[in-house]
Structure formats: C-alpha cells, structure tokens
C-alpha cells in the first residue's frame, strides 16, 4: 500500500556509516519535502529531519538527509547502539491528496 | 513543553465506533494543525487525516472516508478521531500529531510532536 519504498533493513557496526534510500515518483517526493522518522518499538515515531535536510531542535547531526529527483536519502554517520530501530521517510502526494510514509527501514547496530 | 496525550486502549467489536482523544498542551492548539496515523501491528504508518483548529476543517485519506471523523474543541486543547464500522483490520495504534502551521501550505508540513498512541482493538 505504500507509495514511497524503503529498504527493508540495514546495518553497520559501531562507528560506522548506514544510509537508508526511500523512493518515490513525481506526484510525491518529485514535488515535495521529505520528513523522516524514528520509531523504537512500542512507542511513537519521533521526527528525526524535516524538509529534506532540516534538523529538528535536539537531533544531533550525525543525522542528515539529501533529496533528488523521486529519491531521497537519510545517513546515518558514527553508527551508535541506540541508533537501531525503525526508520520512515514521509511526504505529501499531490495526486492521493494525502500524506503517505514509506514502507520503514529496521536499522541493526551488529 | 509540548505534549500531547491520549485516551486509553479500547476493545471494539465489529461494526462498533471507536473515539479516541488526544488532548494538548504547551503550545496554541489553534495555531497548528492535528493530524492522526495508525500502525497495525508489526506495520508501517498510515495516515488518517487532519482537522483544522481554527476553521475546523478536515481532510481524510480516501480510504477512509465516509466513516472517519476528526474533531477539534479549542475550548479544552483537544482533538478526536472518530472511526465508524469498525472491523478486524481497523486493530491498530492511532497516533495523533502536532503536523503544521495553520496558514501555511500543508504539503510542507511535518509532524514534529506526537502523541503516545492509543491501542484499538477490534475482535468478537
């Protein structure tokens, strides 16, 4: 059911670099901000980047995020253990007149 | 701070109603939009709609129209998502999000403050 596709999973040791891809078309990513977010098991997602590459107050930045064409990207730099968990980009989809979320990407600290 | 807290879990039956709450605090309720998500267990999100605090207006997702409801009361903070014709694949957390500035073009919002979310559960 969702528009935008996103990885399954990834992983990276300690320290390490992991980005995670989220691909959409042109009625959504294509014309629109992306947003990501963080969801830890048993609680609500957490805004992580707005706006393509905008920081919230509080993230660090080792979190960043990049958009081109009906892609966007979120990295992850200096892979810490409480950086595991789920992932989702989001945006606005002008032809469903709606918000939609990517499909989630489970981020693995080995 | 920003806060925003919701109503209980809720056991439903199917065809049953649901109403769920989510009651704010810490910033002006009718300066932003309330949006509502939902998770079925193990899945991804889903987004449900969004009311308008100050003109009460309210978009839904096509999927859900016709039985969705989403209501704002400025007079206590607080929004509600009312679901209709309940079945088994309704079982879900709704989530409700702080998600953009009233006057502002929705498509460049974001969901910066959510709620705990609430668990429904429909079953016989």
């Known amino acids: 059911q969702s528009v935008l596709t996103q990885p399954p999973s990834a992983s990276g040791t300690p320290g390490q670099g992991v980005t995670i891809s989220c691909s959409g078309g042109t009625s959504n990513i294509g014309g629109n901000a992306v947003n990501w977010y963080r969801q830890f098991p048993g609680t609500a997602p957490k805004l992580l980047i707005h706006s393509n590459n905008q920081w919230p107050s509080g993230v660090p930045d080792r979190f960043s995020g990049s958009k081109s064409g009906t892609s966007a990207s979120l990295a992850i730099s200096g892979l810490q253990s409480e950086d595991e968990g789920d992932y989702y980009c989001?945006?606005?989809?002008?032809?469903?007149?709606?918000?939609?979320f990517g499909t989630g990407t489970t981020v693995t600290v080995l | 701070q920003v806060q925003l807290v919701q109503s209980g879990a809720e056991l439903k039956k199917p065809g049953a109603s649901v109403r769920v709450s989510c009651e704010t605090s810490?910033?002006?309720?009718?300066?932003?939009?309330v949006q509502w998500v939902r998770q079925a267990p193990g899945q991804g999100l889903e987004w449900i709609g969004w009311?308008?605090?100050?003109?009460?207006?309210?978009d839904f997702a096509q999927r859900f129209q016709g039985r969705v409801n989403i209501v704002a009361d400025p007079s206590t903070n607080t929004a509600y998502l009312e679901l209709r014709s309940l079945q088994s694949d309704d079982s879900a957390f709704y989530f409700c999000?702080?998600?953009?500035?009233?006057?502002?073009?929705?498509?460049?919002?974001?969901?910066?403050?959510w709620g705990q979310g609430t668990l429904i559960t429909v079953a016989s």
């Open positions: 009311v308008n605090p100050t003109t009460h207006g309210t």
């Open positions: 989001a945006t606005w989809d002008d032809s469903r007149n709606s918000f939609v």
């Open positions: 999000a702080r998600g953009g500035r009233v006057g502002t073009y929705l498509w460049l919002a974001y969901f910066d403050y």
């Open positions: 810490g910033y002006s309720f009718t300066e932003y939009f």
